[in-house]
């Protein structure tokens, strides 16, 4: 099992930043891929960033070249830098990750990020 922690949402006016952490804990080999996935009120969830375990990283369309993702994997966590924020990012941030061995995928309860002036 995996238990995911996320912290670091909150408000935030246009066009400033915020920063999201996942910790992982629990009882795993390693994680492969850990990544953030945001839903709005009305709307389906919706993958935001992803990085494997060699560090490469995908991003969405709507996202790319604001937000940046990364990842400690000696600390077993991952983080989402959001820069440059917009009202259409406002959701609750979900993080998510898989682990070599297991099968599926683990999710976090989520974090509010609302952008608003």
């Known amino acids: 099992q995996v238990q995911l922690v996320e912290s670091g949402g909150g408000l935030v006016q246009p066009g400033g930043s915020l920063r999201l952490s996942c910790a992982a804990s629990?009882?795993?080999?390693?994680?492969?891929?850990m990544g953030w996935y945001r839903q709005a009120p009305g709307k389906e969830r919706e993958l935001v960033a992803r990085?494997?375990?060699?560090?490469?990283?995908n991003y969405a369309d709507s996202v790319e070249g604001r937000f940046t993702i990364s990842r400690d994997n000696v600390k077993d966590m991952v983080y989402l830098q959001m820069n440059s924020l917009k009202p259409e990012d406002t959701a609750v941030y979900y993080c998510?990750?898989?682990?070599?061995?297991?099968?599926?995928?683990?999710w976090g309860q989520g974090t509010q990020v609302t952008v608003s002036s």
């Open positions: 990085i494997s375990s060699d560090g490469r990283t």
């Open positions: 629990g009882s795993f080999f390693s994680i492969n891929h």
């Open positions: 998510n990750v898989d682990v070599r061995f297991q099968p599926g995928d683990y």
